[in-house]
């Protein structure tokens, strides 16, 4: 609950969100997706929501950004916008 | 000066500025969702809607200062206690209420956050993997079948010119 | 296209933004989502009526039983689906056999994770099993060892692990996870009481009725365990190999 923390947090989310979707290299947007994971899933835990944050943490930032570059893999790479 | 510009975000920017931010998350993956060519960004358009919504409710459960919400004993003499306390329980047929001799104090809701908005949340997370994994393995059958993972290739391939 | 877009995200974003001026403030202790009558209930009386000491597992596992159970059933289904959907059959195409000589990552990699996923299986169960007392419980448990399992393929090749955890055994350890929740409720039902009202099993489970409660918590929270495991493990595999589950990333 310290709001400094929070409200970092909170405009490095919004900048992570823009970069993932104008990335032009779905590897990188897929990865830059896995930090937004991870950032939220701190800001879960600052504001006291342990188990939702090891869910993200667990669900998020692992299992979903692994089967996204799996995808990537089996299908192109690059993208026009 | 720094304690005037403290004071100020904390009493006018810190009250609202969780739901701000969720309302511009959530603008950021609608605008994605309908705007993007690429089925890989919808997607993660998507993902970021969703857990844009799990922000809001998590942060409608926060109490200030309050504590995680697990009950903590500790030390050993409430371990001890426990034991002594769960064979009378299991003696007199597991009745619940036993006056003054309880070690169950009484709990102080505002010291806890409110675990209602973590459990919901809990389901949202897990449905929206759920609903990712399947997108994803739909997107691979696309394009398999078009060549393309972007829109406006795969609808000039549907319409009656192209080929399928 | 990409006007109209624009139009209405900022005409629903302006609507959004103006409806929060009438929220109450964050971490306000008066506002009606935290002073309502079913919130103050979990924090105060779980503890007395449940001996669990962790108030998320206790709602999600017993107060709210019935979510958790559909929300199990939702994993099963879309693993089945991933299944349905990229595998074919029949010959369009010739589909190489297993590939023996699949090495996976270097050296480097392999014996490093060759040291550390039994520690991380370990813990994995641990939480599983620690969900009473402790931040954790079924899922994130569960996600964990079926992430360990996703690590094995990534370093030593897709078929070293499935050997470990061929497809016909993830199948049979999702269903077997469902089958072991919906099996307690019915357990509940047998004993004479409504479906997953776990003080029903006060007869067969020692210790007393909360006791009993906190037992049949443990159970269902290792069938939902076993459920995504086995689905996150099947997730990866059909994803990263097309359906044909031949050679890994």
Same mark, same amino acid.
């Given at each position: ?11 490095f989310?919004?900048v992570?969100a823009?970069?993932?979707?104008r ?5 990188g947007?897929?990865m830059v997706? @896995?930090?937004?994971?991870f ?7 600052e504001?006291g929501a342990?188990?939702?944050a090891?869910?993200?943490?667990a669900?998020g930032? @692992?299992?979903?950004t692994?089967i ?11 993208s026009?916008? | 000066m ?5 004071s100020f975000?904390?009493d006018s920017?810190v /009250?609202k500025?969780?739901y701000?931010?969720?309302?511009i998350?959530m603008?950021?993956g609608?605008?994605a ?13 998507? &993902?970021?809607f ?10 409608? %459960?926060v109490k200030a200062?309050a504590?995680? /919400?697990?009950i903590?004993?500790? %030390? ?5 206690e426990? &034991? ?6 299991? &003696?007199?047929?597991?009745s619940?209420?036993h %006056?003054?001799?309880k ?5 102080d809701k ?5 675990p209602?908005p973590?459990?919901l949340?809990?389901? &949202?997370?897990?449905?929206?993997v759920?609903?990712? %994994?399947?997108a994803?393995?739909i997107?691979?059958?696309?394009h398999g079948s ?10 000039d391939q549907?319409? /009656?010119?192209?080929?399928? | 296209?990409k ?6 995200v900022?005409i629903v974003?302006?609507?959004l933004?103006?409806a929060?001026? *009438?929220? =109450?403030?964050?971490?306000?202790? *008066? ?5 309502g009558?079913? !919130?103050s ?8 009526k ?9 709602v999600l596992?017993?107060?709210r ?7 199990t059933v939702?994993?099963f ?9 990229l595998?074919?059959?029949?010959n369009?195409?010739?589909i ?6 699949d090495?996976?990552?270097g050296l ?5 994770? !060759?040291?550390?996923? =039994? ?7 641990y939480?599983?099993?620690?969900g009473h007392?402790?931040? $954790?419980?079924?899922?994130?448990g $569960?996600?964990?060892?079926g ?5 094995l393929?990534?370093?030593y090749?897709l078929?070293r ?5 061929s497809e016909?055994?993830?199948?049979v350890?999702?269903?077997?996870g469902?089958?072991i929740?919906?099996?307690?409720g ?6 004479g009481s ?6 029903a ?9 909360e ?16 459920t995504?495991?086995a689905?996150m493990?099947?997730m990866f595999?059909?994803l990263?190999?097309k ?6 990333l």
């Open positions: 609950m310290i709001w400094q923390f929070d409200i970092i947090i909170l405009i989310l919004v992570t823009v970069i993932a979707l990335v032009k290299d779905l590897l947007a897929s997706f @896995g930090i937004y994971s950032l939220i899933c701190l800001l879960w835990a504001m342990v188990d939702v090891f869910t993200e943490a669900v930032a @692992g299992v979903s692994v996204m570059i799996a995808t990537v893999f089996s299908t192109t790479r690059r026009k916008d | 720094d304690i005037i510009i403290a975000l904390e920017i /009250p500025f969780n701000w931010i969720y309302v998350l603008m950021i609608l605008y969702m309908i705007t993007k060519n690429n089925l890989i960004k919808k997607l993660i358009g998507m &993902a970021i969703q857990t844009a919504i799990i922000l809001l409710y998590v942060s409608v %459960g200062d504590n995680i /919400p697990i903590s004993h500790h %030390g050993e003499k409430d371990h001890v426990h &034991a002594q306390n769960e064979n009378l329980d299991s &003696a007199s047929e597991g619940s209420h %006056g003054s001799k070690e169950y104090h009484v709990i505002n010291k806890f956050a409110n209602l973590h459990v949340m809990l389901t &949202a997370i897990v449905v929206g759920s609903t990712l %994994g399947l994803l393995a997107s691979q059958k696309v078009f060549g393309t993972l972007e829109e406006d290739e795969i609808l549907l319409r /009656p010119g192209g080929h399928d | 296209m006007f109209f877009g624009l139009l209405s900022i974003g302006f609507l933004l103006s929060t001026k *009438d929220f =109450p403030n964050w971490g306000d202790e *008066d506002s009606p989502a935290n002073s009558p079913v !919130s209930f979990y924090i105060e009386k779980t503890e007395e449940t001996k669990v000491p962790n108030m998320v597992t206790a596992a017993d107060y039983g019935y979510d958790t159970m559909f929300e939702v994993i289904i879309a693993g089945i689906g991933i299944i349905a959907v595998r074919t059959y029949g369009n195409e010739s190489p056999k297993n590939q023996v000589g090495e996976g990552a480097l990699a392999r014996m490093t994770c !060759s040291l550390i996923l =039994p520690f991380i299986q370990l813990f994995a169960l939480v599983v099993a620690h007392h402790s931040p $954790g419980g079924g899922f994130q $569960g996600v964990m060892l992430a360990s399992y996703i690590l393929a990534l370093a090749g078929a692990a499935k050997s470990c955890f016909k055994r993830t199948l350890f999702a269903a077997l469902i089958f929740y919906v099996g307690w019915v357990l509940c039902l047998v004993m409504e479906f997953l009202n776990y003080s099993l006060d007869s067969i489970l020692p210790g007393g009725v006791m009993a409660r906190s037992h049949s918590m443990l159970a269902v929270e290792i069938g939902v365990a076993l995504v495991t689905i493990f099947s595999s059909n990263s190999t359906g044909r589950l031949d050679k890994g």
